[in-house]
Structures are given as C-alpha cells and as structure tokens.
C-alpha cells in the first residue's frame, strides 16, 4: 500500500484491529487511490476535511460564514443523482432467499458481490481516499454502534462531521472485535466543475448483510453516499429485528405544551418529503432528531429512544419565515451548513418555497442557469431541485433538546405516523392500543415524492415510512413491533397524522402550522386531558378541544365547517384503503395474526356506517355519544 504513508498508517496501527487493518487494504487494493487519508477526532484532521472538501471543488464557500454549497450530478430531469436511488439499492441475500420478499429487491450475493467489485476496481484512481471513525448514537451508550466509513469524497466526510458523533477514540475500546458495521464509497470518476459523478448507469448500493457493510460507488447524493445514514439503517433493521429493539425511520422531540411545565417526548415517522423535519422543528418545542432512532426496552418500563445521528440532513423546500420559522432561522444565519442543489446567487443560496423573489439566473444543480432554461427532453428546470438539501449539527439550534447525548436516550410517550395523503385519513387519529397502533403504523399510505428517483404523485404503502429500508421481511419487522410494545409496562400511545388532505379542488384542508395543534392534542391525551371520539378507525378529537388549542397556540379561529371537513370519516375512501392494504400484505407469508383480525373488524365495521349513513362523508358530531 504505497498510497498511505507513515503518518497515517500509524493512526490506524493506534487502533490495535486487526479487522480495520483488512477492511483498509482490501478496499485500498480493489479501488487504487493514490493518497490515503486517516482521520482521528483530532479538531485539526476534522478541519482538514472542511478545508480539502472546498480545496477539491466538491463544496464553495457561499456569503455567510461557514457556509458552503454542494452539488449532485445532474444530466436531465429524468437523469440526476438529486435522490436515493431505491433501483439501484439491493439486498445481497443467500441465493434461497432471493426474491423471497416482495418489497425489497434482493440480489444472490456472490452475484452482486462479483457485480459491485468489477465497478468498484480502480474507482478511486486519481483520487484521495478518506477513512474515518463515528459513533452512531452517543457515546457509552447501549444503544450505540460504531461505523468505519471509507470514502472519495470530502463532501460526504464533511457531511458525517456534522451529521454523526466522532469514533476515533471509541474504535481503540472495541478491544480488536469486530463489532462494528462498514461502508464503502466512491464518486467514481468525476467530470466538470463543480466535479460530479460521470457515469451514473455504474451507480449501486449493495447492502450486504452477512458482513455488516454496504458498497456504495458512482454517486454522491447523501442518501446514498452517507454510510452511516440510510445504508447504516438498513444494517440496523437487520440486527435489531434478530434481536429485541427497533432501528427505525423516526424523529425524535420533546413536546413543551404552554403552561404545564413538563416535557413528553414523541417520535414520528413520516415518508422523506411530508413534514417530519418540520414537525420535529415546531416553534416551541425541542428536538432530538430528525431521521433516525434506535430504541430499547427500558428499566422504568417505557421505551427508550437516541437519534443515532447529531445533526439534520434536511429538505428544503418551502421552508420559509412563516411556515418552518426555526428553521428558516437556522439556515440564514451564519453557522456551518452544507445546502445541496439549491440556486446560488451573488453567494446567497435560494431554494423552492422561500418566500423571496426567485433571481432571474445563477448557479444550480443543472450548473449555468435562467428562468427559461430546459433539459435536453424540454422539461423546465426549477431553480432548485424540489430534493435539495441543508446539513447542519443540531447543537447548533436553539431548539436542541438537552438529551441528545444522553446515553440513556428519553423515555418515549408517544409516536405519531403520517403520509401524504389526499383524500382519506383524517388530520389526527389516535389508536385504541399498541397492536393497532402498530396496524395504523403498516397502514401508512402516500403520494410518492422528489426524496425518491421516480414519477412523482404516486400512491404508495408506506408502513411506518420505513419499507425503502427493510432487509427483512415485513411479517417479521411488524411481529417485532407487537413484540417490543408487549414488553412494555407503558407503551407509547400511536397516532396518524396526515397533513396533505385536500378539498375537491385541490386545495389544503389545513394551513402548514396546523401539525402543531395536532401534536399539542396527541401530548393532552397522553395526560388524559382531553376526550375523545370513538370512530370505526380510532379516536379523533372534539371540536371544542381543537378550538381553543387553534386560538391558544395560533391564535386562529377554528371553524366547526373546518373541523367537519377534516374530520368527517370516508367509509368508502376507508374501504377502498382497506382493500389496497389487504392486496399489498397478502402477499406476505409470515403476517402476525393480530393484522388480519383488526383489518376485518374494521372492514366490517366501515361497511356498517356506510350502510347506515348512505354518506361519502360522515360528520365526526354523528359518532359522538
Ligand atoms: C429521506 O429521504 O428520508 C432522507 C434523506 O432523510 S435521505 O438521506 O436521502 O434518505
Ligand atoms: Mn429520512
């Protein structure tokens, strides 16, 4: 290994493993940089990584101090890198169980393995490779797991600065085991200024299973270069659902009601692009995380929870001074922030949905641009891509929850699941119990978005916003659901949220800050606070309750026409969801039994109130007792 020299090779010597040692010269050998580059938690290696990720062109400095910008590769609006590439993303899988689970797209390992090192020989060449240290969770933790992260790319090392805690030094306490996970990743050959990926038809993502570790070559996108984002996720859903604690796509915030002086901390998971950041960032309350939560049974009886990660890669897209204040905050204001594939004028960055006038022209993620530009297919460019993204730490935030690094996570009251969801479920629902909550969780459906390569606008289940990373089967992640909340002394109520509901014109039901109410309702009722009305689908809530709720924390005047439209039940929209459900998990051959029991008791229960009412709509005043 010429390519790494004293300096370096002693930094990882310093680790005593003989497992990083191999990891090392195995990917050295097969990807052929010429410069290897370790990286301890040392404040002057991490600064090298800022530093060489602007030095390389991959990121440039914009106005405000430690701000920087990054672009993705983009050829055409059906053709660009702006997004996970779920296609692309396979499980390597013993030869067996291959195609064996209908939602994931799996690949007979040796196949995929000989695949991805033929693409990945030389892959570096010409460039420098980074190795680096992290600690997925907070340190002297249970929950935690460490990750080794080799990358080409300054931008997806800078990136895990801000987004993961430091390994360096925990790597030395692992003892020479092998107990972490590993992820591999190239650019691959790289073309134009700023440098992007060239030949997107070689990009993967290959999750392989057995060995702890992903491969990841020919693209940037965070979602797919980041190891320790959603390829970690993947490796965790395996290992949590062999075991006995839950790896899922959640945030995580503490929720603060005005006047009572207690905090009851919620997690959420929503599919990427349908308010989960901006949930998790409600004018005031606190955060935790935004993506990713590990949680375990605890001692205290509740479930505990971390935010593997410390900091927000975040969409931004109509996040403005009115509708996302704390964080339309937090990106004009000078800090170091990462914004990807926005629209950079005179050094100030403009994205879709920010409330300021769009300039006629500058620099995006299609490189020169104006008002009138298209692609090569005549499809208009926006000005920035509807996918495009900030990174910043979390510390940073005025909101940051005090827990973030509390090795013991915060015990969790509540959870909500959302989609995006025009036309069928109700703004707020809260289920009967923990087995329903887990079936309102599976039942997750919504319109698919930008977060995505692929048509946008399409229907699709989404149980608990996490099916883009199971590498299980879905049988076997929803009876480790009902399992972990039977274990529990006091487990978390379970709420549906859906804040997409349009009228028949098309436009919202709801205004943007309306998720507040909603989730101030779902604290009081963990409190018993507030009444509820039984529906066939699970509880809503009173129309007075939400009125004063809208006045107190928004000062709005709800109007009871509102509540009726929001609120009504839809029996024939529930049923036709019913049967969508039902043709999707049929397919699966391991189901708990609890699903099917509740969803014909529900079917039978919806075609009752059908038959009786002879309505489309069914006002929530006609279920009140
Ligand atoms: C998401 O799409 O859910 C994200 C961003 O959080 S990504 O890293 O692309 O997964
Ligand atoms: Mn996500």
Redesign the pocket.
């Given at each position: 290994m010429e390519a790494i020299d004293r300096n370096n090779l002693d930094k990882l010597k310093a680790l005593n493993n003989k497992f990083v040692l191999k990891i090392v010269i195995e990917f050295v050998t097969l990807c052929k940089p010429s410069k290897v580059i370790v990286i301890t938690d040392s404040e002057e290696d991490i600064a090298y990584v800022r530093h060489r990720a602007v030095e390389l062109g991959e990121e440039a400095r914009l106005k405000l101090e430690g701000h920087t910008i990054h672009y993705d590769g983009f050829f055409t609006m059906a053709n660009h890198d702006q997004?996970?590439d779920k296609g692309n993303t396979q499980v390597l899988v013993p030869k067996e169980q291959e195609y064996s689970y209908p939602w994931i797209n799996t690949m007979e390992r040796e196949k995929g393995l000989n695949e991805i090192m033929e693409i990945m020989d030389g892959c570096m060449e010409g460039h420098e490779c980074v190795i680096r240290f992290f600690c997925l969770g907070p340190k002297n933790s249970k929950f935690s797991i460490l990750a080794l992260q080799i990358t080409d790319s300054y931008y997806v090392a800078h990136s895990e600065d801000l987004l993961y805690r430091a390994g360096y030094e925990e790597f030395k306490k692992l003892n020479g085991s092998n107990n972490f996970f590993y992820f591999i990743h190239s650019s691959g050959n790289l073309f134009g200024d700023p440098p992007v990926t060239k030949d997107l038809e070689k990009r993967r993502i290959y999750v392989d299973l057995q060995e702890r570790r992903v491969l990841s070559c020919f693209n940037q996108?965070?979602?797919n270069s980041?190891g320790l984002?959603?390829l970690a996720l993947r490796l965790a859903i395996h290992k949590s659902n062999n075991e006995d604690w839950l790896a899922e796509?959640y945030f995580i915030m503490g929720v603060h009601p005005k006047e009572k002086n207690r905090t009851s901390f919620f997690c959420g998971a929503f599919p990427?692009?349908c308010g989960k950041t901006s949930t998790a960032m409600l004018p005031g309350q606190t955060i935790v995380g935004d993506?990713i939560a590990y949680l375990r049974v605890w001692d205290d009886g509740y479930a505990h929870t971390v935010n593997i990660e410390r900091g927000i890669?975040g969409i931004i897209k109509d996040v403005n001074a009115k509708d996302d204040p704390v964080i339309f905050e937090a990106l004009t204001t000078p800090r170091e922030t990462i914004f990807s594939n926005v629209l950079v004028k005179d050094g100030t960055p403009y994205w879709i949905g920010d409330g300021r006038l769009i300039p006629d022209n500058g620099i995006n993620f299609s490189g020169s641009w104006n008002k009138d530009k298209k692609d090569k297919d005549g499809r208009v460019i926006p000005h920035a891509h509807p996918n495009a993204?900030y990174t910043i730490g979390i510390e940073e935030l005025e909101n940051a929850d005090p827990n973030l690094h509390n090795p013991d996570g915060v015990p969790i009251h509540g959870i909500f699941y959302g989609g995006r969801d025009s036309d069928t479920m109700p703004p707020v629902l809260e289920s009967i119990d923990w087995e329903h909550g887990v079936f309102l969780g599976a039942s997750i459906e919504s319109e698919t978005t930008s977060?995505?390569l692929g048509t946008e606008g399409v229907r699709m289940q989404q149980p608990m916003a996490n099916l883009d990373f199971l590498v299980v089967s879905l049988g076997k992640y929803l009876k480790n659901h009902q399992k972990f909340g039977k274990r529990l002394k006091y487990p978390p109520k379970v709420f549906a949220t859906n804040y997409f509901l349009k009228n028949k014109d098309g436009k919202y039901l709801n205004g943007i800050l309306d998720k507040l109410i909603w989730v101030i309702w779902a604290e009081g009722r963990i409190h018993n606070e507030f009444e509820a009305i039984m529906t066939p689908i699970g509880y809503i809530p009173k129309y007075n309750d939400l009125k004063s709720l809208f006045k107190q924390y928004l000062d709005k005047e709800y109007k009871q026409e509102d509540y009726i439209k929001q609120f009504s039940i839809r029996p024939n929209k529930l049923l036709e969801k019913q049967i969508r459900i039902e043709n999707m998990y049929i397919k699966e051959k391991d189901m708990p039994a609890f699903f099917w029991y509740i969803l014909k008791n529900q079917r039978g229960e919806l075609s009752r109130i059908k038959d009786k009412y002879s309505l489309e709509e069914i006002s929530p005043f006609l279920f009140e007792k």
């Open positions: 997004a996970r996108y965070a979602g980041v984002k959603k796509h990427s692009a993506d890669f993204r977060a995505t």
